[in-house]
């Protein structure tokens, strides 16, 4: 099973960047979070992230052309603006699951908007980083159906 790691802007800012949001572990430690998770589930990983849209779409599709099975998406920003990626991932159809290290439902009004939530099967919000953990468990229980 090949899955993507995908993140979206400023989320390499992870410690620097409100922690009282965001908490204050780095994105170094996120890498090591999924990279751990990944070899005790046996998963092949790939993780990119860039604060720029465009990439973030050649991503998504460069993950169709290598074969990846799954998506797990942390957007930032870009959930509520683009509907870039939200074409890219329909028109891949990668299961995907989007996930987010804070409730964005709780916060300003603009982030309540997700448009690419339509094109996953999942969200997780809210739960720190272990949240890519549990993305990551909700998509290889829907890859295993």
Do not use: W
């Not at 995907?96 to 939530?117: A, G, K, L, M, Q």
Request: aromatic share 10%; proline share 3%; hydrophobic share 40%.
């Amino acid at each position: 099973m090949k899955i993507l790691i995908l993140n979206g802007p400023n989320i390499n800012m992870l410690g620097i960047r409100e922690p009282h949001i965001y908490g204050s572990q780095s994105y170094f430690d996120l890498e090591n979070l999924v990279k751990d998770y990944a070899k005790e589930k046996g998963i092949e990983l790939k993780l990119f992230q860039s604060n720029h849209e465009g990439a973030l779409v050649d991503e998504i599709q460069n993950a169709y052309f290598q074969k990846f099975d799954g998506i797990v998406f942390n957007p930032a920003a870009y959930t509520h603006t683009s509907i870039a990626l939200l074409d890219a991932l329909k028109a891949t159809k990668i299961p995907c699951v989007e996930v987010h290290i804070s409730e964005p439902d709780s916060r300003e009004e603009f982030r309540h908007i997700s448009y690419i939530r339509s094109a996953c099967i999942g969200t997780v919000t809210g739960k720190g980083l272990k949240g890519y953990t549990e993305a990551m468990e909700l998509l290889i229980n829907y890859l295993s159906k």
